[in-house]
């Protein structure tokens, strides 16, 4: 199983074939080290020349505060259904569908939403992909679930890796990450142990359906 993060460079090269773009899916649980992963990717592979790889995050498709406060769902954010999972799939539907390998001047920019961790809240036309980009890198926690809507979007990936860490590590992480953006030590704790936790649990549960189990050891930090 390869987990040096060349081999990882080398894997996700050579997804994109046959004239497609392809899309690469990084799961796993919260606070696992997805996003940093998916960020070494994306700057190591677009390190040399023209940007052809896009980092869409999953966390673009929370649901905003309001919605969830009229879902009655606020207090459980980051679970499968606090997210818009259906539009994801359809995002990354659209995203395999708009590829041009040499684009003329009336191929589009594919606008996904980014996610602002202060706030905690989605924004709208965030993240561009450009109608030239090859290779799309999409990481969050629900992506090799298959139940609803979710389903759909593990058909739009053309592989998942699924990264993992150890538990203690992992949560004291998660508990540090909270604390940076604004929560009090003792609410970030409670947080991971309550609503975190559930999510997590769930997250594992899908780990044996991944591609490749990349861990945390495999990923450098710049
Ligand atoms: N090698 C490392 N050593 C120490 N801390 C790290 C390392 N890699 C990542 N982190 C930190 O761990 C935290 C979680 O990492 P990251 O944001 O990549 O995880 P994630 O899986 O995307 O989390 P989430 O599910 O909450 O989005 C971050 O604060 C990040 O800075
Ligand atoms: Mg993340």
């Avoid at 696992?32 to 700057?43: D, N, P």
């Avoid at 359809?90 to 996610?115: I, K, M, N, S």
């Amino acid at each position: 199983m390869p987990t040096a993060f060349d081999e990882l460079l080398a894997r996700a090269r050579a997804l994109p074939r046959d004239g497609r773009r392809a899309v690469l899916g990084i799961a796993g649980s919260p606070g696992a080290g997805k996003s940093t992963l998916a960020e070494e990717l994306v700057r190591a592979l677009n390190a040399d020349g023209e940007p052809w790889v896009a980092h869409v995050p999953m966390d673009g498709f929370h649901l905003a505060d309001a919605e969830l406060d009229r879902l009655g769902r606020r207090d459980r954010k980051g679970a499968p259904d606090t997210f818009d999972a259906a539009g994801y799939a359809a995002l990354l539907r659209r995203l395999h569908e708009e590829y041009r390998e040499h684009p003329g001047p009336d191929d589009e920019t594919v606008y996904a939403p980014g996610f602002e961790r202060v706030l905690e809240q989605p924004v709208a036309g965030a993240v561009p992909v450009a109608p030239s980009v090859r290779l799309v890198v999409t990481e969050g926690n629900y992506l090799l679930l298959d139940t609803g809507p979710w389903a759909r979007v593990r058909a739009q990936l053309d592989e998942v890796w699924f990264c993992e860490l150890d538990e203690p590590e992992r949560v004291r992480r998660l508990v540090a990450r909270h604390v940076e953006f604004g929560k009090g030590e003792r609410e970030a704790a409670a947080w991971v142990a309550r609503t975190d936790q559930r999510n997590a649990d769930l997250v594992a549960a899908t780990r044996d359906r991944a591609d490749l189990v990349v861990p945390a050891t495999a990923v450098p930090r710049s």
